[in-house]
């Protein structure tokens, strides 16, 4: 199975920046879609990024131009840089892996605060 190991993730104030990493295991990364989720409290788990195979972006309304999603297919990691975060970016922050409508992989999530 693929295992994707986050991090980046913590505690930051209004208007600051973190960068997310996620590195995955296995020879399917090159050609699979990498996506960032996140999940509020007591809120369902949305999608805020996602980067294919052929580098073709989407992100979420709320994070556009102020979060970028990029991968290195080298190193088999992805990152999401977020900047001018805001309090209602407090979330946990999943990786998800995509190959097909039938096979998608999941991290174990990395916790984002942003409070002042």
């Known amino acids: 199975q693929v295992q994707l190991v986050e991090s980046g993730g913590g505690l930051v104030q209004p208007g600051g920046s973190l960068r997310l990493s996620c590195v995955a295991s296995?020879?399917?990364?090159?050609?699979?879609?990498m996506s960032w989720y996140r999940q509020p409290p007591g809120k369902e788990r949305d999608l805020v990024a996602s980067?294919?195979?052929?580098?073709?972006?989407n992100y979420a309304d709320s994070v556009k131009g102020r979060f970028t999603i990029s991968r290195d297919n080298a190193k088999n990691t992805v990152h999401l840089q977020m900047n001018s975060l805001k309090p209602e970016d407090t979330a946990v922050y999943y990786c998800?892996?995509?190959?097909?409508?039938?096979?998608?992989?999941w991290g174990q999530g990395t916790q984002v605060t942003v409070s002042s």
């Open positions: 296995g020879a399917i990364f090159r050609i699979a879609t």
């Open positions: 998800n892996l995509r190959v097909s409508t039938f096979s998608a992989y």
């Open positions: 980067i294919t195979g052929n580098n073709r972006t």
